[in-house]
């Protein structure tokens, strides 16, 4: 086993569990397999026969549409056979433990689980226990990691500015409680992005945050100020415990993307949100909408990527 | 042993392939070699042929025993495949699997009406019932040959690895 639970020995990619730590030719190899797949999307036959005869596991402890549903095209895409399991309606309500589920489900000759999960580690967990031949996609780990979103944004970045060593990127909102904000300064860090700033009040930043090489900010006019990409985050209600903030009104006042903040950003800034969005809370209507907006291509994009990580994790047990 | 020059043999293919071009065939090169091979046959036969690239790294046969090639690129054909005469290029026929693949790869864009075989060099060694209806030159050396094209885009072609 490599020191890396992620890579095997030669240095591929064995599971996708976190960004951190991953190579940067990692990371690009995945963005240019992806490229290779967006092609794929645009056919007229959409599949190609890579996975097939391999059954993926949609494993999905926490409930998710966009994610589960990108994930199960991507793999269909990709011809393998896909299983989607409800699990709030499964065997763990009746007690049993995650291991277990996920041992029944390597009995019934599974070749990969897409996992998502409010436990921060829960695919970690898995990726130690399951047989060699069983690749592992982390699709969102409690306050943890979403390595597929932060490619995907990634990936759009790249589209969209053609890379990533002279751009000024602003992740904005609720970083606290986002496991996608923790995947993309990963990931702007490790594809070299000069300027990664988080711009949040103060209640909604992790303690910890300078520690991982982003720039602070507490007012949304300098934070976003001659941004080339602002990413927009969802303000995560169901997350919040306490009073963190005064109201969903007051926060979009203040900390809220609306036309007239976007103007402090550069003319040609593009605009992200990993959704589901908020509208009127973190966004304004106008601005999701509106020509600096990327927020649909992501999604498309979020497809091709998942057919590379995918197809990446499951030729590397061979 | 000498090789032949792959420049004179890509002259001899172009002329072999002209008398049977109809208008509005269109052409697909395999990447890397067939793609070389293909623009070089284009610009000897001359006229507006439209072209396209083929990469099969996602149909091969050989997935489950060495994974995703790292290095996939975009197959991009630039023109309706329906209905319409191919010829596939490559510059070396020898098992059949990359043409089988780039079959496959080609009927994932729509029904073309014919589809040919142009390759520089058959060594032989097939492995499936495969041919091609233009050949440069066929070389049964039981070696890996392989095409190469220097900045000034002169060809040469080199024997490599162990005898097979």
Known sequence: MSANLQLTEDGRLRHLLTLEGLPQRILTQIL??????????EREVKKVPLL??????NLFFENSTRTRTTFEIAAKRLSADVINLNIATSATNKGET????VANLSAMQADMFVVRHASSGAPHLIARHVAPHISVVNAGDGRCAHPTQGLLDMYTIRHYKGGFHNLRVAIVGDV?????????????????CPEVRVVAPRTLLPRDVESMGVHVHHKMA????????IIMLRLQNERMQGALLPSAGEYFKYWGLTEDKLKLARPDAIVMHPGPMNRGVEIDSGVADGKHSVI?????FGIAVRMAVMSMVAGSNT | MTLPDPNRLIDELAEKIRPHFAPGTAMLGIHTGGVWVMD?????????????????????????????????KPSSIPFEVEGRDILLVDDVLYTGRTIRAAMNLVFDYGRPASLKLAVLVDRGGRELPICAQYVGATLDLGRHIALLRDDGGRFDLMLKGETT
């Open chain 1, 52 to 57: 097939r005869g391999k059954a993926v596991f």
């Open chain 1, 222 to 229: 300098t934070g976003i100020k001659d941004a080339d990409v």
């Open chain 2, 40 to 72: 070089a046959l284009a610009e000897r036969l001359g006229g507006d042929i439209p072209r396209g690239e083929l990469d099969i790294a996602f149909y091969r046969d050989d997935f489950s025993r060495i994974g995703l090639h790292p290095e996939a």
């Open chain 1, 32 to 41: 240019d397999t992806a490229e290779s797949f967006v092609s794929v999307g």
């Open chain 1, 176 to 192: 606290l409680h986002s496991r996608v904000a923790r995947s993309q300064i990963h990931a702007l860090t490790i594809l070299g």
């Open chain 1, 98 to 101: 995650l291991l277990d589920t």
């Open chain 1, 296 to 300: 649909l291509p992501q999604v498309t």
